[in-house]
């Protein structure tokens, strides 16, 4: 199978990304989130971050995003699992404008081995950072990441997600982390009440 992956302008890549969304990841039915909510449906975005063509889109939304916002940072990543993809795709989106954005991975607790390290990749401490993350319900994932990484010495400035449910996620995250928490969509530009 042949995909044409010739660079597309930021409204059709906003476009599309929103239609894989709703195509691969919305699941309806009755789910236990991570954070111990139940809810009527799940958005499973590992299915696009993962996804060889959604991939392309997320970098490129969610830097544009940053960019809007007036956000430069040296490096994006969050916790372990939803963040990693998310990271990389912006990682590759950012080397393929030749700009220098390096990607870390959280880890939910410090290691008891090797380097004993929780934030791994490039080193964080003393540099701009941005955590990001697929969704949330509740922030406490991105709130774990920012708390890892200010004890790694690392300028957290700002929290990006590809969709906030619309639960209080975003103005935890704000208000708990002081810096400014961004999204791509809504739960309600996917057609989720």
């Known amino acids: 199978m042949t995909t044409d992956f010739s660079p597309v302008d930021l409204a059709t890549a906003r476009d599309r990304l929103r239609q894989l969304i709703i ?26 971050t993962l996804h060889h063509e959604a991939s392309r889109y997320v970098g490129q939304v969610m830097l544009a995003l940053l960019d809007e916002a007036g956000i430069s940072c040296a490096a994006v990543g969050g916790l372990t699992m939803g963040a990693d ?42 540099r701009d950072v941005v955590v990001v993350e697929d969704t949330s319900t509740t922030g406490g994932s991105a709130l774990t990441a920012v708390e890892a990484l200010q004890r790694a010495g690392a300028n957290v400035v700002a ?11 975003k103005e935890r995250i704000e208000e708990t982390a002081g810096v400014p928490c961004l999204y791509a969509f809504t739960k309600d530009e996917l057609g989720l009440d």
């Open 159 to 169: 929290v990006a997600i590809i969709v906030d449910r619309r639960t209080g996620a």
């Open 23 to 48: 195509d691969l990841a919305v699941v309806r039915g009755r789910v236990t989130l991570a954070s111990g909510i139940e809810a009527d449906y799940y958005v499973d975005l590992r299915r696009v």
């Open 85 to 126: 993809p998310v990271g990389h795709a912006i990682m590759r989106t950012a080397g393929d404008q030749g700009r220098a954005v390096d990607t870390f991975v959280v880890r939910k607790a410090q290691k008891s081995y090797g380097m004993g390290r929780q934030v791994e990749g490039p080193p964080v401490q003393g």
